[in-house]
C-alpha cells in the first residue's frame, strides 16, 4: 500500500528521445514535487504543484515539463533527452510539514 | 550556492553509541527544518523535524537540537543501532504562505555507518 509510488523505477534510452516518469500518491496531499538527484548526491527540488499553482525551480531546462492531470498525479516529461540528464528523480509530496517521496527512477541517457 | 550544508561525508559509530550529524544553513529565511534517513535503491524517509520556534524536538531515540544563532542543526541518535546505518539528509524550507508548497533545500547527505 504504498504512499508515493512513481515508475519506471529504471530508465534507459537514447540522446533525443522523449519519456515520461509517472507519480502517485493516495496520502490525500495537496502538493506534489519533482526533485533530482544529480551525480553529486544532491538533492533539488525541480517543480512544486499545489492546487494548479506551478512553481519551476528556475534552473530546470524547459525541456522538462510537469503535468497534473489530478491531484493525486503528477507526471514528469522530458523532452529531447541530453546525457546531463541521467540521474535519480524523485516525485514526492506533503500537505504542510515533512514532504513523502516515492522511491526514484534512475534514469539513465546513452 | 548550497544554502544547507552537511560537511562531514561519512561518519562511523559503534553500535550502542551516540550518533551526532550535524548541518549548517546560511538562508535566515529558513524556518522548518527536517531531518531524513535513505537506504539505497529507496526515496528518503522522514524522520523528524524542528520549527525555528523551538530549539529540541525529541522521538524516541532521536534528537534534533537547533541553534538559532549559530544557524546549525545537529539530530542526535542514542543508542546507534546497525539498522541506523543510512545516508542522512538535513533540510530546510522558508515560510510560507497559506496555499503554497514548503520546498525542501537538501545537504548533500551523511553516510553514517554503525559498527556492530
Known amino acids: 500500500d504504498t504512499a508515493v509510488s512513481q515508475t519506471p523505477k529504471y530508465l534507459v534510452t537514447q540522446m533525443g528521445n522523449d519519456k515520461s516518469i509517472k507519480c502517485e500518491q493516495n496520502?490525500?496531499?495537496?502538493?506534489m514535487y519533482w526533485y533530482k538527484q544529480d551525480s553529486k548526491k544532491f538533492l533539488k527540488i525541480m517543480f512544486s504543484?499545489?492546487?494548479?499553482?506551478?512553481?519551476i525551480n528556475e534552473t530546470v531546462p524547459n525541456r522538462f515539463s510537469p503535468k497534473s492531470p489530478d491531484k493525486a498525479h503528477l507526471n514528469l516529461h522530458i523532452n529531447s533527452l541530453e546525457l546531463g540528464d541521467s540521474a535519480v528523480y524523485f516525485c514526492?509530496?506533503?500537505?504542510?510539514?515533512?514532504?513523502?517521496f516515492g522511491q526514484g527512477t534512475r534514469l539513465t541517457v546513452v | 550556492d548550497q544554502q544547507v550544508k552537511q560537511n562531514s561525508p561519512s561518519l562511523s559509530v559503534q553500535e550502542g553509541r551516540i550518533s551526532i550529524l550535524n548541518c549548517d544553513y546560511t538562508?535566515?529565511?529558513?524556518?522548518?527544518f527536517l531531518w531524513y534517513k535513505k537506504y539505497p535503491a529507496e526515496g528518503p524517509t522522514f524522520l523528524i523535524s524542528?520549527?525555528?520556534?523551538?530549539d529540541k524536538n525529541e522521538d524516541g531515540r532521536f534528537t534534533v537540537f537547533l541553534n538559532k544563532s549559530a544557524k546549525h542543526l545537529s539530530l542526535h541518535i542514542v543508542p546507534s543501532q546497525p539498522g541506523d546505518s543510512a545516508v542522512y539528509f538535513c533540510?530546510?524550507?522558508?515560510?510560507?504562505?497559506?496555499?503554497?508548497?514548503?520546498?525542501?533545500?537538501f545537504g548533500s547527505g551523511t553516510q553514517l555507518t554503525v559498527l556492530p
Open positions: 496520502l490525500g496531499h495537496d502538493t
Open positions: 514526492a509530496s506533503s500537505r504542510t510539514g515533512e514532504a513523502f
Open positions: 538562508n535566515s529565511m529558513f524556518d522548518y
Open positions: 533540510a530546510a524550507s522558508p515560510f510560507f504562505t497559506s496555499g503554497s508548497a514548503r520546498q525542501l533545500t
Open positions: 524542528i520549527s525555528s520556534i523551538k
Open positions: 504543484y499545489n492546487n494548479k499553482e506551478l512553481i
